[in-house]
């Protein structure tokens, strides 16, 4: 099969989704699907390059092109519309029909509708996060999770995210592709049961739960035996990862170990760091995986619903327990009292409690990082990625009876 893949970021740009992209591309590769990707040049210059046998199309964007339209300009993500740059480098990577499907991951889908249905060609999209009914991607409103989208509701919190001027238009233009989407995708898979109900695709017939997955190989035998390690953090370092929560949590120890976070930091503005905190920024993803196997604990305090963090997974594969927000897709990951321990989402107070009782019983977390090691497995490339391909060849069978 000829697949070609689509999503905003790559690696070395840091984030799940685009590792969870990367080891899509690899395990398909490796099971001997011809696999190529397209992505945002963000970092370098655009053209193409291997990453190890599988071609990456690095392409400019027209957006980039606008002066001050992006605060991070290492994050130039693509707005819910159509970018003409981005449309004519699918086009021609679809032309003399060189790809049976089209997979993509998140609004760079809008800028391959119009190529992929003028070649044929089906569309796939992988929901990982709430973008296709929300402008901001995280169904949160005014600090606390959205009850479901409301126009007056969504422009305003389009303003807040975007700005008075784009804001509005983002959510506008959104809305309106919304439908495009639902018209011309072929097959919709969503990352979490939580994802599929809240974007609307819970139950049809075009969309499928299909959780993240990592590589097998990432799965430790056994777990270190290191009891004494530090509290570890990875993701970005925002209010809705739940950062906030944990530092005011991590106050309220007495003999805690260290408390290491690692990620992007959009904003360190309210960011009030606690002595024996440290932020470490953005690091390798090697480094990331070799503290979190030397942590004690790694914590994930979600207070949006969060889809289907790899981190989670990440953490069990390290025979690490996870004390995580009982938020979004994380339910379906963390087995309550048995791989980790999950508290109410933006609670200060059962966050640190948790955290205490499992600092002053390091033999009891070791067990639960023993049995995450079993849990991990339903979450591995061998378990879940046959599952995609069940999904390409049902999409290539009804339209070839079409």
Not at 132 to 154: F, N, Q, S, W, Y
Not at 225 to 246: H, I, N, Q, W
Not at 340 to 367: C, F, K, N, R
Request: net charge neutral; hydrophobic share 45%.
């Amino acid at each position: 099969m000829r697949i070609l893949l689509l999503t905003q970021f790559y690696p070395p740009v840091a984030g799940g989704q685009e590792r969870h992209v990367r080891n899509l591309a690899q395990e398909l590769n490796n099971r001997g699907h011809a696999v190529e990707v397209a992505t945002i040049a963000v970092q370098g210059d655009a053209g193409t390059t291997l990453d190890g046998s599988v071609p990456v199309h690095r392409v400019r964007t027209s957006f980039q092109r606008l002066p001050g339209l992006y605060s991070d300009v290492g994050r130039t993500h693509t707005p819910p519309m159509t970018d003409p740059e981005i449309s004519h480098s699918v086009a021609r990577l679809l032309s003399h029909g060189r790809f049976d499907l089209v997979h993509a991951h998140d609004w760079i889908v809008n800028s391959a509708l119009g190529p992929a249905h003028r070649a044929g060609t089906p569309v796939v999209l992988t929901q990982h996060d709430y973008s296709h009914v929300c402008a901001t991607k995280l169904m949160m409103r005014d600090g606390e999770v959205c009850p479901g989208p409301a126009p007056v509701a969504c422009v305003r919190c389009a303003s807040a995210g975007y700005g008075p001027i784009i804001g509005p238009a983002v959510a506008a233009v959104n809305f309106a592709g919304s439908r495009r989407r639902q018209a011309r995708i072929a097959a919709f898979i969503a990352v979490s049961s939580v994802v599929a109900s809240r974007t609307g695709l819970l139950g049809t017939a075009r969309s499928e739960v299909i959780p993240n997955f990592i590589p097998d190989d990432l799965v430790l035998e056994q777990p270190g035996t290191s009891l004494d390690g530090p509290l570890f953090f990875a993701g970005d370092l925002t209010r809705s990862k739940g950062v906030e929560v944990l530092l005011r949590a991590y106050r309220r120890l007495s003999d805690a170990p260290p408390l290491l976070l690692a990620g992007r930091v959009p904003s360190e503005a309210w960011l009030q760091v606690p002595d024996g905190a440290e932020l470490l920024g953005v690091l390798p993803y090697a480094d990331v995986i070799s503290l979190m196997r030397a942590a004690r604990i790694v914590v994930v305090p979600s207070r949006s619903l969060d889809p289907c963090p790899t981190v989670v997974l990440e953490a069990m594969a390290s025979g690490r327990p996870v004390v995580a927000a009982a938020s979004g897709g994380i339910v379906d990951l963390v087995d309550d009292g048995v791989t980790g321990v999950l508290v109410p989402p933006g609670d200060v107070e059962s966050l640190a409690t948790a955290l205490s009782e499992m600092i002053a019983d390091p033999q009891g977390g070791a067990a639960m990082g023993r049995r995450a090691l079993d849990r991990v497995r339903l979450f591995t490339a061998s378990a879940v990625v046959g599952r995609i391909e069940d999904l390409y060849a049902r999409v290539l069978a009804e339209r070839g009876e079409a």
